[in-house]
């Protein structure tokens, strides 16, 4: 497992999900609340899961140059982020849009059926 993950398993969660992941949760946020396109959480994200493996590294003697620890810590990075950015948009959606839409679900919204008169 420390070969794949290129750290041990308690590093990988706790530098690559607990402090990237909220790290890549608040980039998802702030991406959305500011109306950019999803694809902008991407770049964002992949520039913290080479983060993530220079801490791994400098930190706790990790693997730097590990291709399967980046391509793990980037997928897990990027799904937070792009569930976030998924969230917030659809919040934002019914909140500033209270008349046309009603939530669906976490990640979505629907039009509003109208009333019967």
């Not at 791994?56 to 990075?77: P, Y």
């Not at 046309?100 to 039009?111: D, M, T």
Request: glycine share 8%; net charge positive.
């Amino acid at each position: 497992m420390e070969e794949l993950l290129g750290s041990s398993l308690s590093v990988f969660i706790g530098v690559t999900v607990v402090i990237c992941g909220l790290a890549s949760f608040m980039t998802g946020q702030a991406l959305a609340g500011t109306w950019r396109p999803m694809w902008q959480v991407f770049p964002y994200c992949l520039l913290l899961a080479a983060a993530n493996r220079f801490f791994s590294f400098a930190l706790f003697d990790g693997s730097l140059f590990s291709l399967s620890g980046f391509v793990i810590a980037a997928a897990v990075i990027c799904a937070i982020g792009a569930g976030a950015y998924m969230a917030t948009r659809a919040h934002k959606m019914v909140m500033q849009y209270p008349w046309l839409y009603e939530r669906s679900g976490l990640f979505s919204w629907r039009p509003k059926q109208q009333e019967a008169k």
